[in-house]
C-alpha cells in the first residue's frame, strides 16, 4: 500500500518538463495518477486565492482621490468597489495560474515550492491555460463595466504578468529587471483603485513611482531573504534563473537603492501635493527597518508576503501607520507649511517666464 508521501514522489517522479516552440514550458502529466476532487483542490490552489491580501495595494488609490473630492464616498461607489476588487482578483489569480503552471519544472528544485499541486503534477495542462485566459476575460471584462481606465490597466496588469512568466521576455529570469517588472504591479494595482473612484483625476507620477519603488524594496528583500536561505548558490540558480548572477551583497545593495528613490518620490509627492504627511514618514521608515530585518531571519514571513500576517510586531506598526497616513491625508496643518515656507528665492515656471519669489508680494520676474 502506497501512502500520501510515496504518492506525492510518484506524482513529482512522473510530471515531466519539455520547453515548447512557443516559448512556453509544458508538463507532461502522464502517468500522474490523482482523483477528480484532487484535480479540483489543485485547480483551485494555483489560482492563490490566499494572496487576494495583496489586494490592499490597492487601497492608496481609492483613498487618496476621496481625500480630494470626499463627496465622491456613497453607496454607488461601495458598490463599485465591490466589483472593482472582483475584476483585480480575477486578473491577479490569472497571472498566478500561468505562473504555477511555467514555474513547475523549476519548483520541483526549491526546497518548499516543490510540493506545490503543479510540481507535483496535479494540474491538467490545457485546462490550466483555459483558466489562465477565461479569468483574465471575465476580469477585465467587468472592469471596463467600471471605466475604460479601469479596464485598460486591468489587461496592463495582465500583460505584465505575461511579460513575466512567459518566454521570450520572461524578465523573471534577468536579473533586477525581474524586481522592476513585478513590482510594477504596485503602481497599477493603486491606479486601479484609483480609477474605481475617479476614472478622470489624473493620479500624481511622484505617488506612482513611490509606490513602484517600495515595492522593488520589499521584492528585492525577498529575493535577498530566498537566496540566503537556499545557501547553495548552484541550487538557487538552477531553481531561479537570476539567482546566477545575484549575490547577497548585489541584492542589498539594490535594496538601498530602491529604499532611497521610493523616499524621494514620496518627498516630491508630500512636499507638492500633502505636506501634512511628513508627521507620518517615522512610522513609514520604522515599517521599513523592521521588514529589512525580518529578511535576515530563517524561514523569514518576507518570502512568502502573504503570511506576514504571522508578524505582529510588523502589523502593529503597519496598522499604526495606515491609521495616522489617512487621518494625515484629510486634515489640514496651516502651521506646518509656515515651518517649511522657503527661506530662499525659488524658481516657480509660468506660462512663458520663470518667476523667481521669495516671499509675497516680494517677486522679482525674469524674461528670455
Same mark, same amino acid.
Given at each position: 500500500? =502506497?501512502?500520501?508521501?510515496?504518492?506525492?514522489?510518484?506524482? *513529482?517522479?512522473? !510530471?515531466?518538463?519539455?520547453?515548447?516552440?512557443?516559448?512556453?514550458?509544458?508538463?507532461?502529466?502522464?502517468?500522474?495518477?490523482?482523483?477528480?476532487?484532487?484535480?479540483?483542490?489543485?485547480?483551485?490552489?494555483?489560482?492563490? %486565492?490566499? +494572496?487576494?491580501?495583496?489586494? #490592499?495595494?490597492?487601497?492608496?488609490?481609492?483613498?487618496?482621490?476621496?481625500?480630494?473630492?470626499?463627496?465622491?464616498?456613497?453607496?454607488?461607489?461601495?458598490?463599485?468597489?465591490? /466589483?472593482?476588487?472582483?475584476?483585480?482578483?480575477?486578473?491577479?489569480?490569472?497571472?498566478?495560474?500561468?505562473?504555477?503552471?511555467?514555474?513547475?519544472?523549476?519548483?520541483?528544485? +526549491?526546497?518548499?515550492?516543490?510540493?506545490?499541486?503543479?510540481?507535483?503534477?496535479?494540474?491538467?495542462?490545457? #485546462?490550466?491555460?483555459? *483558466?489562465?485566459?477565461?479569468?483574465? %476575460?471575465?476580469?477585465?471584462?467587468?472592469?471596463?463595466?467600471?471605466?475604460?481606465?479601469?479596464? =485598460?490597466?486591468?489587461?496592463?496588469? /495582465?500583460?505584465?504578468?505575461?511579460?513575466?512568466?512567459?518566454?521570450?521576455?520572461?524578465?523573471?529570469?534577468?536579473?533586477?529587471?525581474? =524586481?522592476?517588472?513585478?513590482?510594477?504591479?504596485?503602481?497599477?494595482?493603486?491606479?486601479?483603485? /484609483?480609477?474605481?473612484?475617479?476614472?478622470?483625476?489624473?493620479?500624481?507620477?511622484?505617488? %506612482?513611482?513611490?509606490? /513602484?519603488?517600495?515595492?522593488?524594496?520589499?521584492?528585492?528583500?525577498?529575493?535577498?531573504?530566498? %537566496?540566503?536561505?537556499?545557501?547553495?548558490?548552484?541550487?538557487?540558480?538552477?531553481?531561479?534563473?537570476?539567482?546566477?548572477?545575484?549575490?547577497?551583497?548585489?541584492? #542589498?545593495?539594490?535594496?538601498?537603492?530602491?529604499?532611497?528613490?521610493?523616499?524621494?518620490?514620496?518627498?516630491?509627492?508630500?512636499?507638492?501635493?500633502?505636506?501634512?504627511?511628513?508627521?507620518?514618514?517615522?512610522?513609514?521608515?520604522?515599517?521599513?527597518?523592521?521588514?529589512?530585518?525580518?529578511?535576515?531571519?530563517? +524561514?523569514?514571513?518576507?518570502?512568502?508576503?502573504?503570511?506576514?500576517? +504571522?508578524?505582529?510586531?510588523?502589523?502593529?506598526?503597519?496598522? !499604526?501607520?495606515? =491609521?495616522?497616513?489617512?487621518?494625515?491625508?484629510?486634515?489640514?496643518?496651516?502651521?506646518?507649511?509656515?515651518?517649511?515656507?522657503?527661506?530662499?528665492?525659488?524658481? *516657480?515656471?509660468?506660462?512663458? !517666464?520663470?518667476?523667481?519669489?521669495?516671499?509675497?508680494?516680494?517677486?522679482?520676474?525674469?524674461?528670455?
Amino acid at each position: 500500500m =502506497v501512502g500520501a508521501g510515496g504518492r506525492a514522489k510518484e506524482r *513529482q517522479a512522473g !510530471a515531466g518538463e519539455r520547453p515548447g516552440d512557443d516559448g512556453f514550458s509544458m508538463i507532461e502529466t502522464a502517468g500522474t495518477k490523482a482523483t477528480f476532487a484532487e484535480r479540483l483542490r489543485a485547480h483551485v490552489a494555483i489560482a492563490r %486565492l490566499d +494572496h487576494s491580501i495583496k489586494n #490592499l495595494f490597492v487601497l492608496p488609490g481609492i483613498i487618496v482621490p476621496l481625500s480630494i473630492y470626499p463627496k465622491l464616498l456613497n453607496a454607488r461607489l461601495g458598490v463599485t468597489l465591490v /466589483w472593482a476588487l472582483v475584476s483585480i482578483t480575477l486578473v491577479a489569480c490569472s497571472n498566478y495560474v500561468i505562473n504555477e503552471v511555467l514555474d513547475a519544472p523549476f519548483d520541483r528544485l +526549491h526546497p518548499t515550492k516543490k510540493n506545490r499541486p503543479a510540481a507535483l503534477g496535479l494540474v491538467n495542462i490545457p #485546462l490550466a491555460y483555459v *483558466q489562465w485566459i477565461g479569468m483574465m %476575460l471575465a476580469g477585465v471584462a467587468i472592469g471596463w463595466k467600471i471605466s475604460k481606465p479601469f479596464a =485598460v490597466t486591468a489587461l496592463a496588469l /495582465w500583460l505584465m504578468g505575461c511579460a513575466y512568466n512567459i518566454r521570450p521576455l520572461r524578465t523573471k529570469d534577468v536579473p533586477y529587471l525581474d =524586481v522592476l517588472t513585478e513590482s510594477v504591479n504596485n503602481p497599477l494595482r493603486m491606479l486601479l483603485g /484609483w480609477y474605481a473612484v475617479a476614472a478622470w483625476l489624473v493620479p500624481p507620477l511622484s505617488l %506612482l513611482m513611490c509606490y /513602484w519603488m517600495i515595492g522593488c524594496y520589499f521584492m528585492a528583500l525577498k529575493r535577498f531573504s530566498e %537566496l540566503r536561505e537556499i545557501g547553495d548558490h548552484g541550487v538557487a540558480g538552477s531553481y531561479r534563473a537570476s539567482f546566477k548572477r545575484y549575490t547577497q551583497e548585489s541584492l #542589498l545593495e539594490s535594496v538601498v537603492f530602491y529604499a532611497s528613490t521610493a523616499m524621494l518620490f514620496f518627498g516630491a509627492f508630500v512636499i507638492r501635493y500633502r505636506i501634512e504627511l511628513l508627521l507620518g514618514f517615522p512610522l513609514v521608515a520604522v515599517v521599513m527597518a523592521i521588514y529589512f530585518k525580518l529578511a535576515f531571519e530563517p +524561514h523569514s514571513a518576507v518570502q512568502n508576503p502573504e503570511k506576514l500576517y +504571522h508578524e505582529p510586531r510588523l502589523m502593529a506598526w503597519f496598522a !499604526a501607520t495606515v =491609521v495616522v497616513m489617512v487621518l494625515l491625508l484629510f486634515v489640514r496643518l496651516p502651521w506646518l507649511e509656515k515651518i517649511f515656507m522657503p527661506t530662499i528665492p525659488v524658481v *516657480q515656471p509660468t506660462s512663458g !517666464a520663470a518667476a523667481v519669489s521669495l516671499a509675497a508680494p516680494l517677486r522679482v520676474e525674469v524674461r528670455g
